[in-house]
């Protein structure tokens, strides 16, 4: 009952932050690494696996939450939301990084831990195939963007319309360039 943690979604300036909650299952999945080093196609055959054969949960936290209680707090609280429903009680939760959310589990984080424990490595992929996919389903709702491909991140295209269209509603009006153009 070791549950690895991870997220997806800090950085961008558009879009929820994201955390997954894994247990792995007996048998292993091979090929489990950090999210980010691994190809789109990878990451959607692992996802498949750990989704059919192992226990997850997603937690989300709302561009409305990431405003209100600033980014790191959000993450917190994802991660907190994804922990609660897996609906069990762990021995041990390990979270990627070095803060972890105040909680009654025992935990440790653990700087490049979906890089070193594979039930982190496996919620890096959960998360990050989850959030994608929800920036796929928003750049249909607000094209001009390039959600699609650059997940709401500050890309040269995302910063242009951004000046040319104004925000949405799903961008996070606490960060910088966003907030720039607001008092504008």
């Not at 091979?30 to 692992?46: F, H, V, W």
């Not at 650059?150 to 799903?170: D, F, I, M, W």
Request: hydrophobic letters at 45%; glycine letters at 8%.
């Amino acid at each position: 009952m070791i549950v690895g943690v991870d997220e997806a979604g800090r950085g961008p300036l558009a879009g929820p932050v994201v955390a997954a909650a894994v247990i792995l299952c007996d048998q292993g999945i091979d090929g489990l690494d950090d999210s980010k080093k691994l190809s789109a196609k990878r990451r959607a055959e692992l996802e498949a696996l750990i989704k059919k054969h192992c226990r997850w949960a997603i937690g989300i936290a709302e561009v409305e939450e990431i405003d209100r209680i600033n980014i790191l707090q959000a993450t917190m609280l994802a991660m907190s939301r994804a922990v609660d429903a897996l609906q069990c009680e762990p021995v041990r939760v390990l979270v990627d990084g070095n803060r972890l959310p105040k909680w009654r589990y025992a935990a440790e984080a653990v700087v490049g831990g979906d890089a070193l424990h594979p039930c982190i490595s496996a919620a890096s992929i959960v998360a990050k195939e989850h959030r994608d996919r929800l920036m796929r389903s928003y750049d249909a709702v607000h094209p001009g963007y390039g959600w699609a491909t650059n997940k709401g991140y500050g890309s040269a295209v995302h910063l242009e319309a951004l000046r040319r269209l104004g925000p949405t509603p799903l961008h996070r009006t606490s960060f910088s360039p966003v907030a720039q153009l607001i008092l504008l």
